[in-house]
């Protein structure tokens, strides 16, 4: 029941999808109205299939249908009901099934917020688009990541449950959906890019149209990025919290082509310039995100994450080639009218800043996309397995990294058109003698590493001109009688707070791949260790039987206070024990305790692995301020009169609510 259910639900999302099109398609071509409005029972038939596909799945785990195959291979009678639940999204077939349910979430969303204008052809071909992307997926679910497909042969009793080292920490029930809903989020100002390069109008009006969604969905990439670099640092146990690995790539190659579109927007918007680049770039974030999964999702690459190999690798590749044709044949088509009105006047000038930014971030991008890709591209070419390492990544990003901290601070604090040296020097004075200062204290403390000399400095040069441009803000509000926190929300000054959460996390990575230490110490109960002015007391070892696991516990008391008990973990399926750390969290460092090798006997000697890390929860409260700034650019800010004329929120009133920029 559960299988028909679930397949028919898929059937009926791709009938809807290919039905929506059809209608939309013609009702645009030939001025059909009625055709348009009807694009709402295909929407609202989308979202019953996503929904009810997905619900059929959730029921058939939490029944334990071991008749379905997805069930038989990650459902479990002895998971807890949270990882039980999180199955749902812990291989191919169900990840494909989220990220239907999340676009089908996003068109429902697209279509409420524009109910009042399904006649204005952008609207329309972008749900075209849209529509176009949901039944892929949904064909997807009907062939290569059919996630209803019965079991051959003999039904099981039982399952293994999902991988161990995803059921090892409730992250796991919260990172993938937040991710996956910004990943997908992308979709929407991607199709409003093809819906402008279609009707002809590559004007601002699209632009400004999809300002907020496109920060919802950078906002739920950077958190969904943080938790799961959170989660790999909670669970896999070497000490870390970014690796590198694939789908990590995967991940932040968009973030950073969406980061970069954030910013040039700006540029036109204000002066009209960097149109075809600002298409480009947010079609390149989708793009990317199409590419990601066929990385992560295919089994081309090695990945901690990746799934099995699968037919849904070459129709992923297919659909990706078919966006680069289609998205480089409409921008040849509209050339002409891409041309932007305005010139760079000054090489020292906002807008010549964000140029250089992007070209760093696109540098970026390249560097990790390089990196990702060239195992695949060597093997393809000779045959021969090969692998892009740590040294690579950290050796070609870390100059760039620090270039985009330099830049953080000076494009917002430059004029628009031209800068002059007075100007300079009175929004830069404070921000720079900030970074001057901190580089003193730290070589007075002992620090001599260039690099993260440079990181600090730089910071805290950008932390302080983000800080200087808030506190202006917040005196000019309560100037004007309004609360302080007025002045500090808006899209630029929101965009500064998250400015600051980039250099908090910029410091925290810096100092903890800096100055980390780690060693292993074997103990007998009672004895101690010392590494980096923390005490390690080993108190002994106990097991623990749960319902899907057995665990050997140690006790480990750090610097005479707190006990805190890392772990091995055997779980019926798995070939080797799974490590679960144990972490005493501070402001300035953390102590990192692994259970590498249990006792053999009670009273035996066991291996501690203990690693002291400086300033790794930095990294977790970046990302809570990259979240509160992104809310804060959210909201409406303080209005100000324009000082340069623009036609922009006028053509944009008939697809957008216009709002008011925000002073810089």
Request: hydrophobic share 55%; net charge positive; aromatic share 12%.
């Amino acid at each position: 029941m559960t299988r028909a259910i679930g397949h028919s639900a898929a059937l009926l999302g791709l009938l809807c999808a290919v039905g929506g099109v059809v209608f939309l398609v013609t009702g645009l071509v030939r001025d059909r109205r009625d055709l348009i409005r009807a694009s709402w029972t295909w929407v609202w038939g989308i979202v019953i299939a996503a929904v009810v596909g997905f619900g059929a799945m959730e029921f058939a785990l939490l029944d334990h249908d071991f008749s379905l195959k997805y069930v038989a291979d990650n459902g479990s009678r002895s998971t807890p009901l949270l990882y039980t639940i999180a199955s749902a999204w812990s291989a191919l077939e169900g990840s494909i099934l989220l990220w239907v349910l999340v676009l089908a979430a996003y068109i429902a969303a697209v279509a409420l917020r524009y109910r009042s204008r399904h006649s204005d052809p952008i609207f329309g071909w972008a749900l075209v688009v849209m529509l176009v992307v949901a039944g892929f997926f949904f064909a997807l679910l009907l062939g290569p990541a059919d996630p209803f497909q019965a079991v051959k042969g003999t039904i099981p009793t039982d399952g293994p449950g999902p991988n161990p080292l995803l059921q090892n920490h409730p992250l796991m029930a919260f990172h993938p959906p937040i991710l996956y809903a910004g990943y997908v989020g992308f979709t929407v100002p991607f199709a409003f890019a093809i819906a402008s390069l279609v009707t002809g109008r590559v004007d601002e009006a699209w632009v400004l149209a999809m300002r907020r969604w496109t920060l919802v969905a950078f906002g739920l990439l950077s958190v969904g990025i943080i938790l799961g670099a959170w989660w790999s640092y909670e669970v896999l146990g070497w000490g870390g919290f970014w690796a590198w690995d694939p789908v990590e790539n995967a991940s932040f190659l968009p973030w950073l082509t969406a980061t970069a579109y954030l910013h040039s927007v700006l540029v036109q918007e204000r002066r009209g310039m960097l149109r075809v680049w600002n298409l480009s770039l947010v079609t390149a974030t989708f793009a990317l995100t199409i590419l990601g999964t066929f990385l992560t999702r295919s089994g081309v690459l090695d990945s901690v994450h990746s799934f099995t190999e699968s037919g849904i690798g070459p129709l992923l590749l297919g659909f990706f080639a078919v966006i680069v044709v289609v998205v480089c044949g409409l921008l040849a088509w509209r050339g002409d009218a891409l041309r932007s009105p305005g010139t760079i006047d000054s090489p020292v000038s906002r807008e010549a800043a964000f140029l250089m930014n992007n070209l760093l971030f696109a540098a970026f991008a390249f560097v990790v996309l390089l990196g990702t890709v060239f195992p695949l591209i060597a093997e393809a070419l000779n045959n021969s397995r090969l692998s892009v390492g740590r040294p690579y990544f950290d050796r070609m990003t870390g100059p760039i990294g620090l270039a985009l901290l330099f830049f953080m601070a000076v494009a917002p604090a430059l004029p628009w058109r031209k800068a002059s040296k007075g100007v300079l020097r009175q929004r830069l004075i404070v921000p720079a003698w900030a970074g001057a200062f901190t580089l003193v204290v730290l070589v007075a403390f002992g620090v001599h590493s260039l690099g993260a000399l440079l990181a600090f400095g730089l910071g805290a040069f950008a932390g302080a001109a983000a800080l200087r441009q808030l506190v202006i803000a917040a005196r000019a509000s309560r100037r004007a009688g309004e609360p302080w926190w007025r002045g500090v929300s808006g899209r630029a000054n929101g965009g500064m707070v998250v400015h600051i959460g980039v250099v908090v996390i910029a410091v925290g990575f810096a100092a903890s791949m800096s100055f980390v230490e780690r060693n292993e110490f074997r103990l007998r109960p009672g004895e101690s260790a010392s590494l980096r002015g923390h005490r390690v007391t080993y108190l002994g070892s106990d097991t623990i039987e749960y319902p899907n696991r057995t665990s050997v516990r140690a006790s480990v008391r750090i610097d005479g206070d707190r006990v805190f008990r890392p772990a091995l973990s055997t779980y019926p399926f798995a070939t080797q024990a799974i490590g679960t750390p144990s972490v005493r969290g501070g402001l300035f460092d953390d102590v990192y305790l692994t259970l590498v090798a249990a006792p053999t006997s009670r009273g035996g000697t066991a291996v501690i692995g203990v690693v002291v890390t400086p300033l790794v929860n930095w990294l977790w409260a970046g990302g809570a301020i990259i979240a509160i700034g992104t809310g804060l650019a959210l909201v409406p800010g303080r209005r100000r009169r324009p000082t340069e004329p623009s036609s922009a929120p006028v053509i944009a009133a008939a697809i957008a609510e216009p709002e008011t920029p925000v002073p810089v």
